[in-house]
């Protein structure tokens, strides 16, 4: 299997995530995680960082639909940290990340 597929299949575990969160959140932390299994933060292509960071953001708001507050923003963290070096700082997907970030840390 080549990237495109790999990138593909997290894409779509994502999605299945963000229709998931409000519905069933432990199955949306599932698809979150695998999504998030095989991506680096580290990776040289900045598609596979972004994705390695979205997957971060859907466990985060899984984690939060679960009542796990510390563990989501935990997790919001460490994407906002990885969006905040590849992305500029006017971007909407870091402003997304960081909104997420204060609502996981709000008692």
Known sequence: VGPLVDRLRVRALLGLSALQVKGDAAA???HATEAAQ???AESPA????LLWAAA???QAQALQATGQRQDAAAAAAVAVAQLQRDQMP???RLAHAKAMLVAARRP
């Open 28 to 30: 949306a932390l599932r």
């Open 38 to 40: 095989g991506l680096s």
């Open 46 to 49: 900045l598609d596979d960082r």
């Open 56 to 58: 971060r953001l859907a």
């Open 90 to 92: 006017t971007s909407p």
